[in-house]
């Protein structure tokens, strides 16, 4: 190709290429230097609870069967048949005890082993089964149920590749005394973007709200969010953006939800509900966190959580110019049923395919791409300037920290994504 | 779902037909405000998800084995449904229609819409239950041109001066949203 990845990227990531988005050598680069090198998000264990229950999952344009084996242990294999390559599995989610190929019936085990051959009876040579199975994701480790798949033998462990992101994570994840636990199957969304947008927007843009999304946050909610927030990158690529309410702030202001429609439009159950959990939050996550109201996280690749609407996304490339964009509704695993049921319209009601609010991004998302794909604009790549410099570290929280309008999440994203394709360039 | 509907008259059929044939203009002539005055202040409207689900393998060689309702995530289940709406959050949507900062839909989409197969399934003391389908054309500026395939499974409440939404189930006909948007008014 006739681009190198230091022209994309300028020193300080204050400047990016508008074919960082948009051109397919760079893409093939990111599969190789990114998806094929990092630990990529699977699903959460909730899913997979019993033996022989699975879903499906992506690793880039892979993809995979997450399942719970017989012996209890999770298992990741890629989806596709080691006789001719169709996928063994084409429901979503479900239980069994076999995947079968529907072309020559070759059947593999919940945990990925191929189990029988039928036409292996009329051949003399019998081919070796233990060689034929699905082939496995070498790398499998949960964080909190997070399940996370690297193709990447060597990668450090999940904990290390986390970080001090864990901190922040806990936050939300810590509140919960049996955790969380995802409702039902992804809202699985294709929308005509680069994968990384949905990402950069999760990692910390908070400030478009008061510009994209004007017609449905009240000026002062966003006003409030930009003088509480704080913009958090623990490591390159890893950010999360949080309000950090005033000590003695009262429950109904601080606690998680109550600013959501669930609680909203849920009555007193609800929110009696949502205050118990903030009355504990003290003493499960401390008094500094117990203060957090968060609001976008992101893990790099291609992993999000928003806080204030409680869905988990994964931003899944289908080619530089289409993404399927899933999200998941995410509620604490021990709340009563009827309140799983309010507590999921926190996310669906803005987020998602449906979302009033996600409806507006996508369609920004879709429109950044039309704009990287243009011709004549090499010259003109895109700012990302606004902050340089800014961000420091903090006495009480770990990483570095800014105020939401610095952009240094995203320049600290590109950094991390220009080292991760120079370390595999010319390798094509 | 399996049986007939119920027998109509002519005229009661045409009444039906009136109502939608009059919901789907205000719709596609983007008179949202008069649409809102057609739905009952109690009014439900719900979008299960869809999936690909596993058939049940007990079920073979018997028609539920592939029925739909395996495949909806609804507002009874513990999955998500895409949308599950009173009458404040659907008034939401309806006035942000007028906000002059409404990026996504400014300048605004074309849609046009067909509805038919319309099907009255039982009737109350004044409650019908009523299903019809519908193709939804809709084109934006920078959007690839999208039809939009559904049912729809309503509860309307008979009034003297003609119907009233008091329940809508939107079937859409795609598990991965290959659309721009779900939050339209179907």
């Known amino acids: ?428 | 779902m399996s049986t007939l509907s119920v027998e109509v008259s002519p005229e009661q059929q045409r009444q039906l037909e009136r109502f939608y044939f009059h919901e789907a203009r205000l719709l596609d002539n983007r008179q949202y405000l008069q649409w809102l005055t057609l739905l009952s202040e109690d009014v439900r409207y719900i979008i299960p998800s869809r999936v690909n689900v596993q058939v049940n393998n007990r079920a073979r060689g018997q028609e539920d084995m592939i029925s739909i309702e395996h495949e909806l995530e609804g507002e009874d289940s513990m999955g998500c449904p895409h949308r599950e709406e009173g009458y404040m959050l659907l008034m939401l949507r309806a006035e942000r229609a007028y906000k002059i900062n409404s990026w996504s839909e400014n300048p605004p989409a074309r849609t046009r819409r067909i509805v038919g197969n319309i099907e009255l399934m039982a009737q109350g003391s004044d409650t019908l239950s009523v299903l019809s389908n519908f193709h939804l054309y809709y084109a934006r500026p920078g959007s690839d041109n999208i039809l939009y395939s559904g049912q729809r499974r309503d509860t309307l409440l008979s009034q003297t001066d003609g119907f009233c939404i008091v329940r809508r189930e939107v079937v859409l006909d795609y598990a991965a949203i290959e659309l721009p948007t779900l939050g339209l008014f179907f």
Request: charged share 25%; net charge negative.
């Open chain 1, 1 to 428: 190709m006739g681009l190198t990845i230091r022209d994309l990227v300028n020193e300080d990531a204050s400047l990016i290429s508008r074919r960082c988005w948009s051109d397919k050598d760079v893409y093939a680069l990111e599969k190789r230097g990114i998806f094929g090198k990092s630990w990529l998000f699977l699903g959460h264990e909730s899913q997979i609870r019993a033996p022989g229950d699975f879903v499906q999952a992506f690793m880039c344009e892979t993809p995979i069967i997450l399942s719970r084996g017989q012996d209890g242990d999770i298992y990741a294999n890629i989806n596709s048949c080691s006789h001719r390559g169709l996928p063994v599995c084409r429901a979503d989610h479900g239980n069994t005890k076999r995947f079968v190929c529907p072309y020559h019936n070759w059947s593999y085990s919940v945990e990925g082993n191929l189990m029988t051959i039928p036409q292996e009876s009329e051949v003399v040579r019998k081919p070796d089964k233990t060689q034929l199975g699905l082939k496995r994701v070498p790398r499998v480790e949960s964080w909190r149920g997070m399940i996370f798949g690297s193709f990447d033998e060597a990668i450090i462990s999940l904990d290390d590749y986390l970080g001090d992101m864990r901190f922040y994570l806990d936050a939300f994840f810590d509140r919960f005394p049996a955790g969380i636990e995802f409702m039902g199957a992804p809202h699985r969304w294709v929308i005509n973007a680069n994968w990384k947008l949905p990402v950069e927007n999760q990692l910390g843009d908070v400030n478009h709200g008061a510009c994209l999304h004007s017609a449905i946050i009240p000026a002062e909610a966003q006003q409030l969010i930009e003088k509480l927030g704080h913009s958090v990158v623990t490591t390159p690529g890893h950010g999360a953006t949080f309000r950090l309410m005033p000590e003695n702030t009262p429950v109904d202001d601080v606690a998680w939800g109550m600013e959501a429609v669930g609680a909203i439009f849920g009555g007193d159950e609800v929110q009696n509900y949502l205050r118990e959990i903030q009355a504990q939050a003290r003493e499960r996550v401390g008094d500094l966190r117990a203060r957090m109201k968060g609001l976008t996280y992101g893990i790099y690749p291609n992993l999000s959580f928003l806080w204030s609407n409680t869905s988990f996304k994964v931003s899944h490339p289908r080619g530089p110019g289409k993404v399927e964009y899933w999200s998941w509704a995410v509620v604490p695993a021990d709340a009563p049923d009827n309140i799983k049921k309010i507590l999921r319209t926190n996310y669906s009601s803005f987020f998602g395919p449906a979302g009033i609010l996600e409806q507006e991004d996508s369609e920004v998302w879709a429109q950044q791409f039309l704009g990287s794909n243009i011709d004549f604009a090499d010259d003109r790549p895109y700012y990302y300037g606004l902050g340089l410099g800014e961000e420091k570290p903090h006495p009480d929280m770990p990483g570095l920290v800014s105020v939401t309008a610095n952009e240094f999440y995203a320049r600290h994203f590109f950094t991390r994504w220009k080292n991760d394709l120079q370390a595999v360039e010319g390798s094509l």
